[in-house]
């Protein structure tokens, strides 16, 4: 069965300080990731998605995830926050041609000011 | 507003009572799908359709949990009885499939239940 670890559960940074939020899943297939965000009293909404090509791919806001299948990880990365980034970041996987979409736990990222 | 909407958005009831949630989806998006969220917790997948299809419902849910989408379109989740243990967000999200297809789940604001 699919799923989805993010390790780190709470995360606090200063505004202009790096960001890298880990997403590791268990499929051993192709795979399609995906990186939500969830800012407070919002829905959930799309950060950036992975199907294929470039490992390298680029959302909005400038966030970044980068693909390593070798080692099924799926990073979301800023190099640098603002106050207006906190928010809850959940990572997602789901296996091309089926339906289901398996979410991690979420990483509630604060960003003091 | 073309998105996924939820309605009610808050819903407090007492343990025993029955409360139904509807979805509206975006017009296009012919996949539909509940999850609940739990406080710490990402999105669980409950159910899902494809048209007026469920063509699969989670373990999560018990007998007392029934989801419909008529015709295709809006989609309503009910429980009945309901217990503490059922107090959680429950998120509609929606998805086209076709020529534009890009996988993006599309979700409401979410409907939050509290059972007392």
């Known amino acids: 069965a699919q799923s989805v670890s993010q390790h780190n559960h709470h995360v606090i940074l200063s505004e202009a300080a790096s960001l890298e939020l880990g997403c590791n899943y268990s499929?051993?297939?192709?795979?399609?990731l995906f990186w939500y965000v969830q800012y407070p009293g919002q829905h959930l909404q799309l950060l950036l998605k992975?199907?294929?090509?470039?490992?390298l791919v680029k959302g909005i806001k400038g966030f970044e995830a980068e693909f390593i299948k070798s080692k099924f990880s799926f990073n979301l990365r800023k190099p640098s926050v603002q106050w207006s980034d906190t928010a809850e970041y959940f990572c997602?996987?789901?296996?091309?041609?089926?339906?289901?979409?398996?979410f991690g736990t979420g990483t509630r990222l604060k960003v003091l000011a | 507003d073309t998105g996924v909407s939820q309605d009610p958005r808050h819903k407090i009831t007492k343990r025993g009572q029955n409360v139904t949630f509807r979805c509206d989806p975006i017009?296009?998006?012919?996949?539909l799908y509940w999850y609940r969220q739990t406080l710490g917790q990402g999105p669980e997948f409950l159910t899902y359709?494809?048209?007026?299809?469920?063509?699969?419902k989670s373990r999560l849910l018990s007998d007392r949990f029934s989801a419909e989408r008529p015709k295709g379109s809006f989609s309503t989740l009910e429980i009945q009885r309901t217990e503490q243990g059922d107090s959680a967000m429950y998120l509609c999200?929606?998805?086209?499939?076709?020529?534009?297809?890009?996988?993006?789940?599309?979700f409401g604001e979410g409907s939050r239940l509290t059972v007392l």
């Open positions: 017009s296009e998006h012919n996949r």
């Open positions: 499929y051993g297939g192709t795979v399609n």
């Open positions: 359709f494809q048209n007026e299809a469920q063509l699969e």
């Open positions: 992975y199907f294929s090509g470039d490992p």
């Open positions: 999200a929606s998805r086209r499939e076709g020529g534009m297809y890009t996988g993006e789940l599309f």
């Open positions: 997602a996987v789901n296996a091309p041609g089926t339906y289901k979409y398996i």
